[in-house]
Nanobody
């Protein structure tokens, strides 16, 4: 089982980008999924999360009102729509799944990361 990310890139301040992450492999359920980011010289921080049934979303204060997280009907793909991007949004964005069930004990999973660069 792995998380495969796509999207990211270089954009000017005020622009938009969309990140997608799909859980692939053999599994039965992926619980809460989300995005974290790590800026240059900074610690990894939570950006947004969404529950498996999309009933609840959580956002960092710094992205509230600008970013929107969503999941598709299968629950296996999570998308982060980023609008009004700022230079401080620059960093490597990581997809995360807090619990993946594949018939054994649930486990945590991280994507490989995708670079987002916002120029001023």
């Amino acid at each position: 089982v792995q998380l495969v990310e796509s999207g990211g890139g270089l954009v000017q301040a005020g622009g938009s980008l969309s990140l997608s992450c799909t859980a692939s492999g053999s599994f039965t359920l992926v619980k809460t999924m989300g995005w974290y980011r790590q800026g240059p010289g900074k610690q990894r921080e939570l950006v947004a999360t969404i529950t498996s049934d999309s009933s609840s979303e959580d956002y960092a204060d710094s992205v509230m009102g600008r970013f929107t997280i969503s999941r598709d009907n299968t629950g296996n793909t999570v998308t982060l729509q980023m609008n009004g991007l700022k230079p401080e949004d620059t960093g490597v964005y990581y997809c995360h799944a807090d619990r993946v069930y594949d018939g054994g004990a649930p486990f945590e999973l991280w994507g490989q990361g995708t670079q987002v660069t916002v120029s001023s």
